[in-house]
């Protein structure tokens, strides 16, 4: 079986979308195995190794019996699997309301264009902000997204800094979050108010809801 027709996947389920615009609807994730980051924030590190390798059809069969329109596909870093654009189509194919979030680290070109990215900026307090690919700024269009989890006041003057310079707060919705245990709440929402920037300010439903269970 060739690469593009298989994808290697730690687990499927259905649950509450806890980020993104689409936060709140009840959501089927398709979370790949493997990752080349290693963000210091990363809370699905359970994910960069093990998994299931699974046919691309057998995926979408397994969405399928779960009967919910919303699909995302995540990881890890999907993008680093061949088989994920073959996947991407075939949900879409299947008439599902299918997002990506990625890293913004590999190509976002050519996806499916039914497809909604859910694109990482990776701000200096991930350890990670080297490997942002801006050449895939330029490919988002209005429906997609762009998210910053920031830890500290540096990492949010680099957002407003780094979105301000390739426009995009006028290209798509820009989410600005903070890390869990680092960064309150109540102190990025203040600074975005106090700033005027046009974000969109979120907190992860699933773990207020969960904890950091996963699978949830």
Partial sequence: MA??????????????????SSSGWPTVFVRLTGCPL????????????????????????????????HVCVTGGEPLAQPGCRPLLSALCAAGHEVSLETSGALDIGGLDPA??????????????????RLENLVLLRPQDEVKCVLADRADFDWAVATCREHDLFERCTVLFSPVQGELAPTVLADWILESGIPVRFQIQLHKLLWGDRPGV
């Fill in 3 to 20: 690469a593009a027709d298989r994808v290697r996947v730690t687990e499927i389920f259905r649950s509450l979308q806890g980020e993104s």
């Fill in 38 to 69: 290693r963000c210091r924030w990363c809370d699905t590190a359970y994910a960069f190794t093990g998994g299931e390798t699974m046919p691309v059809d057998e995926v979408v069969a397994r969405v399928e019996a779960l009967d919910t329109r």
């Fill in 115 to 132: 497809v909604r990215i859910v694109m990482d900026l990776k701000a200096p307090g991930s350890g990670e902000s080297d490997r942002n």
